[in-house]
Structure formats: C-alpha cells, structure tokens
C-alpha cells in the first residue's frame, strides 16, 4: 500500500468535519491532493473553470447551509476564483477554499522561480475571504482544516482560505488517521441588554414593521420571525436575499417589492422599523432611499454592517436567535384586521404600478416559470433581467431563491446550480442571459460528466440586457452591448445534452417537461425583456 500523505489529511480531515462533495480543478501543484481523493469517501464535482468551480461551492453551500470544500491549485488556478469568492463573502457562502503551493522553498516571496509563482498568494484573498492560513507542515493541516472550517460557517458565514505547499502535499505523514475534530462554531447569541430594549421598543410601537433579510434565512430564523411577527402585529417585507424568511401568502406579508415607492414610503413610516439580517444596502433600501421616520431597531450578525447606513439600536447576533429571544419578551397584541387591510393596500399599489406599465410579456413569463418550477425546488439566477424581475416579484413557495446579487458578476446560475444539485434531492433550475451563458457555457461538461439534474434557461435577447437597457435610458442609446452568440440547442447537443427551443407560449409546458426529465437540460427561449420603471429616481 502506498504511504499516507498530508493529501490524505486533507481529505481524512474534510471527512471527519462532515464533507461528502468537494469541488474543483486539478493542477501540477496540487496532484498529491487529488491523488488522496483516490482514496477518499468524498466525492469530486470537476469543473472545466475555477471560477465556476468556486460557483458551485457557493451553491452547494447556500442550497446545504454547510460547508462546501473547493479545491484548486496555485497561482492562475486559485487567482481564477477570486471574483466568484467575492460574491460568496457578500452573500454569506461558507466555502472552504484548499489550494496548493509552490514548495515551502518559495513561500515568502523567496522568488525561486517555482511553476506559478506568486511573491504572496494568500495576499489575493485577503479582501474576498474571512480568514487565510498556509500550513508548513502536515502535522498542522488537521488543525488549520479545522479552525477554517469554524470560521467559514460562523456568523456571518464566509470564504475561507487554507494554502498547502506541493510537497507538504506528497511527504509521507505518521500524523494517526484523522477523527477527532469539531468544526462546530459558537453561537453568536445577542446580548441581553440589548434584547431588552429592543423588546421595550417594539412593544411600545404603535406601527412596528419588519424588514427581514438573508440572515435570517441563513440563520433559519423562519419560525422565530413568524411568531414574532404574529405577536407583534407587525407586517414583514423581504430583501432579495432573504425573500423565504416569511411566507408571501402570509396576511402580514408586504412581499419583496423593496424597489417600489410604495412599500419603500410603508416601511419608513413604522415608528419602529425592525430590520434583521440585513445591511441595509443598496438594493434593501431602494437605492439609499429608505429613510425611516421612526426609531430602527438592525439585527445583524456582521458587526461591520450595523449602522453603517442607517442609525439604529444595533444588536449583534444571529438573526434567529435574537428574533427567538425577542419573540419571546414581547407582549403578544391581539390579531388585527386593520394591519392586514395595510399590507394589502401596499400590495395593491404595488400591482396598480405594475398595471400601468406596459410589461405584460414580462409578468407572464416570470409567472410561466413559477408556475414550471415544483414548490420545493431551488433556482439560481444569473445577473439577468428576468433575474432583476424575480428580485421583487418571485414567490419562493417552499423553495429558496439563491442570485448573484451579492457582487454583481456574470455566470453564477448554471455552475452554482450544478453545485447544488450535487446534493442531490430532485430538480434545480438556473437562469441566465445569453451573455451571462456564455461565462459558464464550459460547465455544461460538467452537468454532463456528473448528470446532474439541472435544467437551465437561457433567455436569448441577443446582448447584454439589463445594460443595454440601462445605457438606452441615460444616454439615449446602447454601445457594445450586442452579441454574437452560439446556436445554443446545437451547442447544448455537441455536450450531450438534451434542449428545448421555446417560446412564451409553449415556456410553461417545455420548462415543466425539462424539470421533470432527470439529468441536465437547456431551455433556450429567445426573446426581449422590458425591465420595469425605477421608483428610487422620483
């Protein structure tokens, strides 16, 4: 039998910490850790780029809510998943990233010369990771393993680096078979006294209302926001990333129509505004324009983000378990059908808006999809614009919606889609533009090699939409937005995958009939979408 090495630590470690999947990309520098996935229990996702690679990881951890090990090699290998690491340290994806490097000879900008080297890798991550180690021994990758995985999924959740030099990788380890590691985070409960005043504040509000975002979804803060809710009397409206926290059939449900006057002049009239798992970004406050009148109360387990764009009483603590505690101080009003006669006028002017824009095309299409997609199956969406339209519009039902719109960067919804349906557990859909396709049109590759069950909508308008819209509005007229694109159903073919050539009207039953096929398919509908008017300029 061959010796162990410190590529088996690895594997042995990610194992023991409660790993099945891992993702990546092999390369020369880190061949002694793909040589131990021989011999491992995990099994290996093998993109065809790293930054897809990485999108997978991010979706495999987001559709989980674990950690999701990616492993990569040094130099372009590991700079290659930077942009796709950013948006998972913007949403809140705990990956764990484990890529090679030069020999310990060249660690410390030694500048031997080594294959891919870099003066200081680790230096790329330090703005799109959590936290970044390099082991230099083997005996240290259990540990290191460990205390990074700790961190990935701690609140707020995030990328993680660990870097393992080539021949740490391949020396033979006596370090005892791994086992005993626990990658358990803290919890990070509030404090008290902030509880109790936060409580004091929300039972004294004549009109609370709640502003839930992706930490509390994260979090899974769904049944303690739901009683809060109900105690409190308090209508709840959704950011983008947080849109399953609080069901939209509820009677107190304003929905996730954050980019519309009406909701945003609703929710800066609570006298008490309880934002929890949110930021407060551009995107949850209609572009910097909420501006409560009231006191706010913002729940938020990233201490960097609190009052970073609104002064409020800031708790620090994961979402659910401080909407638990709060839940459980305040004094529970009785039901009132006033609030709910609220909620459905702001729902109403919200639709009456709508109506009078001409975006029936649009609306019906999002609704084909919705309609197509099974109750309990995530999405993914690319940064398209019918994923502009899902933002505000899309009904999460019993399935979550995961977007880029964390950092904003093309050719997330396939691979990160893939990533997910690596977990197996029935369809995933992931929707893209035709520009955005084309960032991850490789991965089809992968959806193959894998069979993963995804089936992907391309919709085909023949450029890059949502800027050529945007260009069109400020200056009159798009530059360099049109595209030249690939026959999408005969390239989809040259991968041995199944597609579908649709129409609007045929979109419901040909998305349907994908869904239900097991194994990958592309749904390709050629058409152009209308974004809906901005409500933040006026």
């Not at 200081?120 to 082991?135: D, I, N, P, R, Y």
């Not at 308090?234 to 009677?251: L, S």
């Not at 800031?314 to 009003?333: N, P």
Request: with cysteine; proline share 7%; net charge negative.
């Amino acid at each position: 039998m061959a010796p162990r090495t410190g590529g088996d630590l690895v594997t042995e470690t990610l194992t023991a910490l409660g790993a099945r999947v891992a993702f990546g990309i092999p390369g020369q520098h880190a061949l002694g850790l793909f040589d131990a996935l021989r011999r491992s229990e995990l099994e290996f996702v093998s993109a065809r780029v790293e930054n897809n690679a990485a999108f997978a990881a991010d979706g495999h951890a987001r559709r989980t809510g674990r950690v999701a090990p990616l492993l990569v090699s040094t130099g372009p290998g590991a700079l290659l998943t930077l942009a796709s690491l950013q948006e998972s340290r913007a949403s809140s994806a705990p990956v764990l990233v484990i890529s090679s490097q030069v020999p310990r000879a060249g660690l410390g900008g030694a500048r031997r010369g080594f294959l891919h080297e870099l003066p200081e890798q680790s230096a790329s991550f330090a703005g799109v990771t959590k936290s970044v180690c390099t082991v230099r021994h083997a005996s240290q990758i259990p540990s290191a393993l460990a205390a990074a995985w700790r961190t990935a999924a701690a609140a707020p959740a995030g990328p993680v680096l660990v870097e393992i030099p080539q021949d740490v990788l391949l020396e033979p380890t006596a370090v005892p078979p791994v086992a005993d590691v626990d990658g358990s985070p803290a919890p990070l409960e509030p404090r008290a006294e902030l509880v109790a005043e936060a409580a004091r504040l929300l039972d004294g509000a004549r009109r609370p209302v709640v502003l839930a975002g992706g930490g509390v979804s994260r979090a899974g803060g769904h049944g303690a926001l739901l009683e809060l809710a109900e105690a409190l009397q308090a209508p709840v409206a959704t950011t983008f990333g947080g849109k399953d926290a609080f069901p939209w059939t509820h009677p107190l449900s304003l929905g996730s129509w954050l980019e519309d006057r009406h909701t945003t002049d609703y929710l800066a009239d609570a006298d008490v505004l309880l934002v929890a798992g949110s930021g407060l970004g551009e995107l949850s406050s209609n572009y910097h324009t909420l501006a409560p009148r009231g006191r706010v109360v913002q729940v938020e387990a990233d201490l960097g983000k609190l009052e970073s764009n609104l002064p409020a009483l800031g708790v620090h603590g994961d979402a659910a378990l401080t909407l638990a505690a709060l839940a459980e101080r305040v004094t529970r009003r009785p039901a009132d059908p006033a609030v709910a006669a609220e909620v459905a006028g702001v729902r109403s002017a919200v639709a009456a808006r709508l109506d009078a824009q001409d975006l029936s095309a649009e609306r019906e299409v999002l609704a084909a999809v919705r309609a197509a997609l099974p109750d309990d199956a995530p999405s993914f969406w690319d940064m398209t614009v019918l994923a502009y339209w899902a933002w505000s519009a899309w009904d999460p039902r019993g399935g979550r919606m995961f977007s880029a719109q964390g950092a904003g960067g093309l050719g997330y919804g396939l691979p990160a889609a893939l990533g997910a349906a690596a977990a197996g557990g029935g369809p995933v859909l992931a929707v893209s533009g035709d520009g955005g396709a084309m960032y991850s049109i490789a991965e089809l590759a992968t959806a193959r090699q894998h069979d993963l069950d995804v089936t992907w909508l391309v919709v085909d308008d023949g450029g890059y939409g949502i800027l050529r819209a945007y260009m069109e509005d400020a200056f009159g007229e798009a530059a360099h937005t049109e595209l030249a694109r690939p026959d999408f159903p005969a390239l989809a073919a040259a991968f041995g995958v199944p597609s579908t050539l649709t129409t609007p009207e045929r979109l419901r039953g040909d998305l349907a009939a994908a869904l239900a096929s097991p194994g990958p398919h592309v749904v390709v509908l050629p058409m152009v979408l209308g974004l809906f008017a901005p409500s933040h300029l006026f």
